[in-house]
């Protein structure tokens, strides 16, 4: 079978959005398309139809294929709970929490799960598309390294390389990778792109030329700044945009930014809607006083992050927004800091204790080894959703009785007596045009109502578009090995 890997000059280079787009591309041109990534390091994951998790562009990446997610397209995928310690996650399992140290050298190990899960991809297509992790110009992370050029070599897929103009130096890092890589791993690579042009290609010509002159690697095309990925789901970084228009929305919705903040593309399709003016809360802000709701998002690490909360006097912030009346909604770990207490005994998260929450809801919560992982629908307010539950720990208490949804026919999530503090575990609410319309209801405001799912949808059919008309698509097709229709 067919294969390419893309690899990039970093991180966050445009890799996942470059493979998103290929891979519809080369669907909608009749193949069977997959996406994969040997190891991933993000806390905004995706539920798999099989009950396991993977990282959020490949989830958007087999959207992307007209695929169902697996936990082969990422059977690697780490959790930061700490600045020094992750969640292993090995084929949408939790295998449970090592220190970044310590995983450096268990790493090699993951080859094998790498190349059976890589192999079932293959049997399944007619082309893998692979994506890199970070640089493979990191050459003290080479040994064992399953992620770049250590994958690339044992799976014999060759490689294109993006470099990020808009950073600079991107004929540096081309051409510095080029110098550093061992001549092995040089081989593999085939050629270049250039990621996130601005202005008029010609007057980078000569760039690209010296980069070639220099490489022996050939051109494959530079891509511009492509306006369609500020709308798609984010997964490394929280996007922090200032709304021009904010003044003339009628609700405003904002979320404060959690150290180990977690699936915060949860907030996509709010962003979208044209009578809201939402915003993230960057730490050391306070929280607005004229918000009409604050939403506590999901996180990696829920007592670390209730401590960080309090440490930006968040906590102080959101009593005074509940006594003038205002909204709060928490989701999955943001659902467990509304209660009245995060117990951790077993450490699941961290350091064994426990944390006293914010008293906003009459629910306690326990961490358990278990992890709850599963797609699920239902009703909230009266409309359909589709979302996921993914999460540790289990929530009890009188609040409960007034569930905040149904899911499959079972209550989830608590409301406050006065109806305006309310928590969920279900991530992807606001997902369907339906249910989103229903949540913002008691603001007055009337929702677009478009499903999130055919947004994205149409997104991807842009950056594809835009991807035919700039790069080597036969050069590409080439490299991979792919045999014409």
């Keep these: 079978m067919a294969a390419i890997m893309i690899q990039g000059c970093g991180s966050d280079v445009g890799k996942s959005v470059i ?68 969640q292993v996650i090995v084929r949408g399992k939790m295998q449970g929490t090592q220190q970044a140290r310590a995983y450096q050298t268990r790493k090699a190990e993951m080859l094998g799960v790498v190349m059976e899960s890589f192999r079932k991809l293959e049997a399944e297509s007619d082309l893998v598309i692979v994506e890199g992790a970070g640089s493979p110009a990191e050459t003290n992370l080479r040994k064992g390294d399953i992620a770049n050029m250590g994958f690339a070599r044992e799976a014999n897929v060759p490689v294109v390389l993006i470099g990020d103009i808009d950073r600079g130096h991107v004929i540096a890092a081309l051409v510095g990778a080029h110098e550093v890589l ?90 979208a809607e044209p009578d809201v003016a939402f915003a993230f809360i960057k730490p050391g802000t306070a929280i607005p006083g004229d918000a009409d709701l604050v939403i506590l998002p999901g996180t990696k690490a829920t007592r670390a992050d209730l401590a960080f909360l309090r440490a930006q006097g968040w906590d102080i912030d959101l009593k005074a927004h509940v006594r003038r009346g205002g909204r709060v909604l928490g989701i999955c770990g943001g659902f467990q800091m509304l209660g009245r207490t995060v117990a951790d005994p077993d450490g699941i998260e961290g350091p064994p204790g426990e944390s006293e929450g914010l008293g906003l809801l009459d629910v306690a919560t326990l961490l358990t080894g278990e992890k709850t992982l599963r797609p699920v629908s239902g009703q909230v307010a009266g409309a359909p959703f589709d979302g996921y539950e993914m999460h540790v720990g289990r929530t009890e208490g009188p609040d409960l009785e007034r569930p905040f949804l149904h899911m499959d026919g079972t209550p989830d999530g608590a409301i406050s007596r006065d109806g305006r503090i309310a928590g969920t575990y279900v991530h992807g609410l606001f997902a369907r045009g339906e249910a989103r319309a229903a949540v913002l209801a008691p603001f007055n405001v009337t929702s677009n109502r478009r499903d999130h799912a055919g947004v994205v949808d149409a997104l991807l059919d842009e950056i594809a578009n835009e991807l035919a008309g700039i790069l080597d698509i036969d050069a590409l097709a080439a490299i991979a090995g792919l045999k014409a229709k």
């Excluded at 390091?41 to 139809?49: C, I, K, L, P």
């Excluded at 050629?191 to 980069?211: Q, S, V, Y």
């Excluded at 891509?223 to 798609?232: E, G, S």
Aim: aromatic share 6%.
């Design 19 to 86: 493979v998103a787009g290929l891979c519809r591309l080369f669907t909608r041109r009749g193949y069977r398309v997959r996406p994969f990534k040997p190891q991933n390091m993000s806390n905004n994951a995706a539920v798999t139809a099989d009950g396991g998790e993977i990282g959020r562009a490949q989830a958007l990446q087999a959207i992307a294929c007209r695929a169902p997610p697996s936990v082969d397209m990422n059977p690697v995928l780490l959790k930061p709970q700490s600045d020094v310690g992750v």
């Design 182 to 271: 061992a001549p092995e791993d040089r081989a593999m690579i085939r050629g270049f792109m250039i990621n996130k042009f601005r202005g008029d290609p010609a007057l980078f010509t000569d760039g690209r030329a010296e980069i070639t002159a220099r490489t022996g690697w050939p051109d494959l095309g530079m891509i511009p700044w492509l306006a369609a990925v500020r709308k798609l789901p984010a997964e490394d970084a929280v996007v922090l945009e200032s709304d021009a228009n904010a003044a003339a929305r009628r609700v405003k919705i904002v979320v404060p930014m959690f150290s180990r903040i977690a699936n915060f593309d949860d907030f996509d399709p709010l962003q």
